[in-house]
């Protein structure tokens, strides 16, 4: 790294009155963690750069396939040949945008093991996920941790994003006490995504970190904004009392269940079977909704027990008490990817 106190590139963001040489310094010596490297998370993670955040950590767990060329704004067809993990991909690209700070790739899965060393030295973190199981997961440690965070998710033409102060807003878990089930919720493989929306919502969710790191929490938005761009329209819900009318079980209570591990999947490699088995405790899945969700993704069956969806490689069984089993690899972490793709959290 060749960091310097030459801040001649940020010139026009320090002609900005709130934010100032001031706030550029302050950026200078921020770190930031970005948690998925995919569609928001490579917006998210040119604009940290480029603004001078001092140190940037992505952590993914997944690689560059041709379909994400669309909207994956860091990444070409030959990351795409070479199959590079997203994150070493886009530290690549960044490093190239600006060699002054720190970029630290990380090829993993997010899980209650290992997320807590994520966030080390962190001043916040920023959500570039796909799925919601990562996000509770986020916001237990982000709570405990008392580090700020972003949500953001984008499916379709509409993208939500709220920003969480620990002890001063409301908490992810305070807008959605429970992980919505498998199934329930489509995703970009079963709904689409336009790639513009991606840009609007990652946009707000770097801008209201760039308040964050530069020291302007005063200026954070006590709203959850959300945007549908095929419709053109903007609503923002205001979450400012939201904190202090429920008994949140993360913010209130500190029951920190998802860093505990004790909810969200289960993960266990079938052996000789090339196949990894998901297990979602306390989740009962309608198996005649999920069919209807995944009718145009590939080759689905039905029984009255569960549903079997054959697509690319993979085969996905999923059973109503929230177990599935993907086959087609033996990989933990690509099992899970590959069942968020199409299932969801």
Known sequence: MNRTNDFSRYVRQMRYPPFGEQGQQRLSESRALIVGCGALGTV???????????????????????SNLQR?????????????PKAIAAADK???VNSEIEIEPIVADVEPANIESFCDGVDTILDGTDNFEIRFLINDVAVRREIPWIYGGCIGAEGQTMTILPGKTPCLRCLMQECPPPGTT???????????IINVIASIEASE?????SGNREAVSPYLTVVELWDNRIREVDVSALREQVDCRTCK???FSWLAGKEGSRSAVLCGRNSV????PETTVALD???????????????????????DQYEITVFTDGRAIVGGTDDVAIARTVYAKYIGS
């Not at 489509?186 to 513009?196: F, M, Q, R, W």
């Not at 088995?277 to 979602?280: A, F, G, I, R, S």
């Open 72 to 84: 994956q704004v860091l990444f070409d067809e030959d990351d795409v040949a070479a199959q590079m």
């Open 253 to 255: 209570q500190y029951d």
């Open 289 to 311: 909704e999920l069919e209807q969700q995944l009718q145009n993704v590939g080759q689905v069956s039905r029984n009255p027990f569960l549903l079997r969806l054959k697509v």
């Open 94 to 96: 960044l490093r190239r």
């Open 209 to 213: 970190a760039i308040k964050i790191l």
């Open 44 to 66: 998210l993670a040119s604009t940290l750069v480029r603004a001078g955040v001092g140190s940037v950590r992505i952590v993914d767990r997944d690689f560059v396939e041709i």
């Open 277 to 280: 088995q998901l297990t979602h």
């Open 186 to 196: 489509p995703t970009c493989d079963t709904a689409g995504i336009l790639a513009p």
